[in-house]
């Protein structure tokens, strides 16, 4: 059974930087794109950042894109999310999810990934 786990969600003032990991397990992931999507209250999920198996290259959201980062260990079945210079607008629950997008314009989509990990809060105030 796969399992994804996200932790280092929280609280945060705006400008504050946070990182948020997941760690995936219960399968092989070879070839296996991994992604974070959010959701905020009152909205649907959005794409955050996505990130390929090789080469380790992000793909970003228009909202995040400069602000984030996502980085990957394929070692250890790690997704990771640095979220630089937060705004209100980040708050959301964030979810990571595992998947297999075939071309670029897909990595974004959620409907290509098909684990997901329950959620994280992350809430940036003013």
């Known amino acids: 059974q796969v399992t994804l786990k996200e932790s280092g969600g929280g609280l945060a003032q705006a400008g504050d930087s946070m990182t948020l990991s997941c760690v995936v397990s219960?399968?092989?992931?070879?070839?296996?794109?991994m992604a974070w999507f959010r959701q905020a209250p009152g909205k649907e999920r959005e794409p955050v950042a996505a990130?390929?198996?090789?080469?380790?290259?992000?793909l970003y959201a228009g909202a995040v894109q400069g602000r984030f980062t996502i980085s990957r260990d394929n070692a250890k079945n790690v997704v990771s999310l640095q979220m630089n210079d937060l705004k209100t607008e980040d708050t959301a629950v964030y979810y990571c999810?595992?998947?297999?997008?075939?071309?670029?314009?897909?990595?974004?989509?959620?409907?290509?990934?098909?684990?997901w990990g329950q959620g994280i809060q992350v809430t940036v105030s003013a």
């Open positions: 999810a595992v998947g297999r997008p075939t071309f670029i314009g897909d990595y974004l989509q959620s409907r290509w990934y098909h684990d």
């Open positions: 219960g399968g092989s992931f070879t070839n296996h794109a």
């Open positions: 990130i390929a198996w090789s080469p380790n290259s992000g």
